[in-house]
């Protein structure tokens, strides 16, 4: 377990590492950053999953198991948001199935804690539960990324998945979305994208985001702004702080 400063969550927990590049919001990845660091100091979890690329590391594509890490939810006792993965994606191709279906046996016994899974990958998201014919959990939010209208397609996929809660992360938000439908959805994240090289986000864009989320009853929350000094740009919007939750205790324990 480690303590996590993203404002949405509490903890992450990584049963593996690694992951690969695949639309323009994995450009900046912060977790390709980290897991560079993590492999120069020879952390075996981490060996081959970054690679040089000019002045910058990139993912390899290469992904480690660490069944050290799966079962360490079971051992805590106090109740948790749990970011599932924050160091990689769960449903990329190159994890087995049968795995995936051991980490979720580990989240349905860790019952006292809330997970929150976040995939680009909704398609293989989709597939995984079909195949091994998982039952939604109520302390399981299943989420996907979007980074921009481009990538739509996403949203669709993810409302065909059973869950308790479903999620968005506009993170980080490098277009406009339109006029999108979050019907079905419970959680929408929005972020612009921190660290170098950061790309900046409008504020319209934003607007786009909340004004769906009060159309469907969709909880809202605005994490940053972002920027290469995303604390001096802050977290609000509309001169206020949005931290609402899909649940009410959520967004009370916030407040």
Not at 55 to 70: F, H, P, Q, Y
Not at 224 to 248: I, M
């Amino acid at each position: 377990m480690s303590q996590s400063d993203i404002e949405w969550t509490e903890v992450t927990w990584n049963p593996l590492a690694g992951c690969s590049v695949l639309s323009p919001g994995c450009s900046n990845c912060y977790a390709m950053r980290m897991a560079a660091r993590l492999e120069a100091m020879g952390i075996a979890k981490y060996a081959g999953t970054t690679r040089k690329s000019g002045t910058r590391s990139v993912w390899t594509g290469k992904t480690n198991i660490d069944e050290s890490a799966l079962l360490m939810p079971l051992s805590w006792k106090k109740p948790r948001r749990v970011f599932v993965n924050s160091m990689s994606d769960l449903f990329q191709d190159s994890i087995p199935t049968e795995f995936i279906d051991r980490v979720w046996k580990v989240m349905e016994e860790a019952g006292q804690h809330t997970f929150q899974i976040l995939t680009k990958r909704p398609e293989r998201m989709a597939k995984v539960h079909h195949e091994l014919n998982l039952k939604p959990l109520d302390n399981v939010w299943l989420g996907t990324s979007i980074e921009s209208s481009d990538y739509l397609s996403r949203l669709d996929t993810l409302k065909q998945v059973p869950a308790a809660v479903r999620f968005i992360s506009f993170e980080p938000l490098l277009d406009s979305v339109g006029n999108l439908n979050l019907d079905q959805i419970h959680w929408a994240i929005v972020g612009g994208e921190s660290g170098p090289g950061a790309r900046p986000m409008k504020s319209e864009w934003v607007e786009e985001i909340q004004t769906a989320c009060r159309r469907s009853n969709t909880a809202f929350f605005f994490k940053q702004w972002g920027g290469t000094r995303k604390k001096q740009t802050g977290r609000k919007f509309k001169n206020q702080h949005w931290d609402e939750y899909p649940y009410p205790e959520y967004t009370a324990s916030m407040s």
